[in-house]
């Protein structure tokens, strides 16, 4: 089977159409292209990833693998512009490596975000936030649009409790938690990226009336939007908060989960397929609770 091949096979197992679900994806415009490499040669293994770091790639060579999937850029920009960076010295080590390594890269963001046959009958799910959900487990916690699984409604614990288990759950360092520890939290959202905008006054107001999450499991979260909230509405004894994960780590487990579907998608003959962690995108230098 060609790499070509995989790829469009895996484009048609999912369901085609953007986030919003209202029209076709647009091959001309999306994120899910081949960002490097030669695809009309023999796949003899695929990785799945969250993000094709350096080590990423050598863990490929290991395995024998000529094919990456990962959900997000090869070369930290928006469309993988090579022109861009083309002066920078690690784009060209990391060119460098892929060479040496000679496989190729297909980024696939928007069509598993368009949803793939993982529920029940069939049914098609956001493949991200349904790997999510699997690894926390979850699955059975999702409300409102089940499709999505943004939306979870746990037995009740605390802020610092959730932000433990996601920790253990996530093989974390370890996450930044905002507002009250003792929250009593049972609803919970991923409210996709909190940036700054007009969108987080909405947010807010959300969270604030009857049946709001009373916690946000962050991926972009920044300090004078919501993060403004959540901290004033704690100190009004409000008893919100939200856990700050960051963007991969939040996102990777929907690509670990990839690894478990792929075969279904390709059906007969299929290479083998592995996923490879990223790991903790951060470090955490820390002073003692004691």
């Known amino acids: 089977m060609l790499i070509s091949e995989v790829i469009q096979h895996i484009k048609d197992y999912c369901g085609g159409y953007d986030m919003m679900g209202d029209r076709p994806i647009d091959e001309a415009t999306t994120r899910d292209k081949v960002l490097y490499g030669n695809v ?9 990833c969250i993000w094709a770091t350096a080590d990423v790639i050598r863990q490929a060579q290991e395995l024998g693998a000529n094919l990456i999937i990962p959900h997000e850029a090869l070369f930290w920009n928006h469309g993988d512009h090579q022109d861009v960076v083309a002066e920078n010295a690690t784009f060209q080590a990391k060119r460098d ?15 598993i975000h368009s949803g793939v046959p993982l529920d029940a009958n069939g049914a098609l799910a956001d493949g991200i936030f349904y ?4 690894k926390v487990d979850w699955l059975e ?7 999505r699984s943004m939306d979870f409604e746990i037995p009740e614990v605390t802020g610092r409790e959730l932000a433990r288990d996601m920790v253990s759950k996530l093989g974390l360092a370890g996450v930044r938690l905002v507002g009250d520890p ?27 009336a009857a049946g709001g999450p009373d916690c946000l499991l962050g991926m972009e979260f920044i300090d004078f939007t919501t993060c403004e909230y959540i901290r004033d509405a704690a100190q009004l ?3 919100k908060c939200a856990i700050v994960l960051g963007h991969f780590n939040l996102e990777e487990p929907g690509m670990e989960h990839m690894a478990t579907w792929i075969p279904s998608a390709l059906g007969a003959g299929a290479p083998q397929v592995s996923y490879v962690s990223d790991g903790d995108t951060y470090h955490y230098v820390t ?3 004691e």
Request: hydrophobic content about 40%; some cysteine.
């Open 237 to 239: 004894g409000r008893g």
């Open 287 to 289: 002073c003692s609770e």
């Open 141 to 147: 916690a999702r409300t409102g649009d089940i499709a």
């Open 182 to 208: 003792a929250a009593r939290v049972r609803r919970v959202q991923i409210p996709m990226h909190v940036m700054g905008g007009p969108q987080d006054t909405a947010l807010a107001n959300a969270m604030d």
């Open 40 to 48: 009309d040669q023999e796949c003899t293994g695929i990785i799945t």
């Open 97 to 111: 490596l892929l060479n040496a390594w000679g496989g190729a890269v297909w980024r696939c963001h928007d069509y």
């Open 131 to 134: 790997g999510f959900a699997w």
